[in-house]
């Protein structure tokens, strides 16, 4: 089974609005990972945050990451139409990634 | 510096044949790993090798192969093609140091691959 699965599956919001997905993993973690895919593309790393971090900022993405509930949480402040992509977790065990979210934001 | 490269980009296939695909990582990269990409069971990894040696195998039949060469380019080799082989192959590099610590990958843009 999948290490990383991200919650929720799709997400449809508007431009301007803050978008959160979840993420959820399984055993012990060094770091976690976030990567963007854009459709039918590779995907692109995004943030990384470690195991003794509990909230790291890059731009307008926001992580958190609460090891005691195996859990990691992204934000993207004020999206863009830019910003419609599948959005992926991936913890450093083999890097085994979940089945995304599919992220769509309406102009 | 140039990105992961991978080719071909697109490829068509039957059932029965074989395939290979290729990876020329970031240059000073020695790691590359192989993800198999399908709408129904998402990213799923396939194998890491670092310094022409297999460190990590995902759960995948035989059929799927791979290998790496003194200069870190990959390829990976399918064998008796099936029809649910048909998806994108991604391929990853990092710098990954013998202390063997995951940071961050650099994904080329797949080769997709059809299986009639």
């Known amino acids: 089974s999948q290490q990383g699965e991200e919650d929720p599956q799709a997400l449809s919001i508007q431009e301007g609005e803050n978008a959160t997905m979840n993420c959820s993993y399984k055993t012990s973690i060094n770091n976690l990972q976030w990567y963007r895919q854009n459709s039918g593309r590779g995907l692109v790393h995004l943030i990384l945050?470690?195991?003794?971090?509990r909230e790291k900022h890059s731009g307008r993405l926001r992580v958190t990451l609460d090891t005691s509930k195996k859990s990691s949480s992204l934000l993207i402040t004020a999206s863009r139409a830019a910003d419609t992509a599948s959005y992926f977790c991936a913890t450093d065990d083999k890097l085994i990634f979940g089945t995304g979210t599919r992220l769509q934001v309406f102009p | 510096k140039a990105g992961v490269t991978q080719t071909p980009r697109y490829l068509i296939k039957t059932r029965g044949q074989q395939v290979t695909l290729s990876c020329s990582p970031i240059?000073?990269?020695?790691?590359v790993s192989w993800y198999q990409q399908t709408p129904g069971q998402g990213l799923q990894f396939l194998f890491e090798?670092?310094?022409?040696?297999?460190?990590n195998k995902g759960n995948f039949p035989g059929r799927f192969s791979g290998r790496q060469f003194s200069n870190s380019r990959s390829e990976m080799n399918v064998s008796t093609l099936e029809l649910g082989d048909s998806a994108l192959y991604l391929c990853?590099?990092?710098?990954?140091?013998?202390?063997?610590?995951?940071?961050?990958?650099?994904f080329g843009e797949g080769s997709r691959l059809t299986v009639l």
């Open positions: 090798y670092f310094s022409e040696t297999q460190r």
């Open positions: 240059s000073g990269h020695r790691s």
């Open positions: 990853a590099s990092t710098p990954r140091g013998v202390t063997g610590r995951t940071g961050e990958l650099f």
């Open positions: 945050i470690r195991s003794n971090e």
